[in-house]
Structure formats: structure tokens, C-alpha cells
């Protein structure tokens, strides 16, 4: 059982270039999401490759997979993304007190 909180999972996953530009696109083809071969095109990514940071995604639960036929189609966990943005967020703009000077 991973002690990791599921925040830090998200952003580790999206701390891999591919794996944010994937992100990002799939930001951009909004709800409807796109098949797997479609990613792979846009971005230049070899199949084996895609599947391997797409799995990083899946797993840190920012990416969604839904079989539609014989097609996988990838589309963005939007309240899972709030959620991080919501705790990157969460405390802006309230201050930091400075530490108290030891004694």
C-alpha cells in the first residue's frame, strides 16, 4: 500500500515531459478525449511508449480510458484536476508568518 498522497502522484506524473504534453493535449480535445493512435500522431510518440506514459496517467487517476468498439479513446479526469488545482491553490495569497528566531 503506497503511503503517497494521491496529489503527489498526480504531479509526478505530470512532472515527465511526455507525459505532461500528453496531458495538455488531451486538456485541449476536452470530454470527447482521443483514441490512442490520434495521441501518438500529435505528439511523435512510439506506440510502446505512449501506452507506458498513458498507464503513468491512468495510474496517478488524471486519465480516464474508455473502450468505445475496437477503439481506447483517453480523456482527462476533470474533478480529479480540480482537485489538484484546488490543493495547489487552496492556501494563496493568506501569508506566511515568519518562523520564530530559537532561543
Same mark, same amino acid.
Given at each position: 500500500?503506497?503511503?503517497? $498522497?494521491? *496529489?503527489?502522484?498526480?504531479?509526478?506524473?505530470? &512532472? %515527465?515531459?511526455? =507525459? /505532461?504534453?500528453?496531458? =495538455?493535449? /488531451?486538456?485541449?480535445?476536452? @470530454?470527447?478525449?482521443?483514441?490512442?493512435?490520434?495521441?501518438?500522431? *500529435?505528439? &511523435?510518440?512510439?506506440?510502446?511508449?505512449?501506452? %507506458? %506514459?498513458?498507464?503513468?496517467?491512468?495510474?496517478? +487517476?488524471?486519465?480516464?480510458? +474508455?473502450?468505445? &468498439?475496437?477503439?481506447?479513446?483517453?480523456?482527462?479526469?476533470?474533478?480529479?484536476? %480540480?482537485?489538484?488545482?484546488?490543493?495547489?491553490? $487552496?492556501?494563496?495569497? @493568506?501569508?506566511?508568518?515568519?518562523?520564530? @528566531?530559537? @532561543?
Amino acid at each position: 500500500m503506497s503511503t503517497t $498522497s494521491p *496529489h503527489a502522484r498526480a504531479l509526478a506524473a505530470l &512532472g %515527465h515531459d511526455a =507525459r /505532461l504534453s500528453i496531458f =495538455r493535449l /488531451l486538456v485541449k480535445a476536452g @470530454e470527447d478525449g482521443l483514441r490512442v493512435g490520434d495521441i501518438g500522431e *500529435h505528439l &511523435g510518440l512510439a506506440p510502446s511508449t505512449l501506452a %507506458h %506514459h498513458l498507464s503513468s496517467l491512468v495510474d496517478a +487517476e488524471l486519465v480516464i480510458q +474508455e473502450k468505445r &468498439g475496437r477503439e481506447v479513446f483517453n480523456r482527462v479526469d476533470y474533478p480529479a484536476m %480540480h482537485r489538484v488545482l484546488n490543493f495547489l491553490m $487552496s492556501e494563496c495569497c @493568506e501569508g506566511v508568518l515568519a518562523p520564530k @528566531e530559537a @532561543e
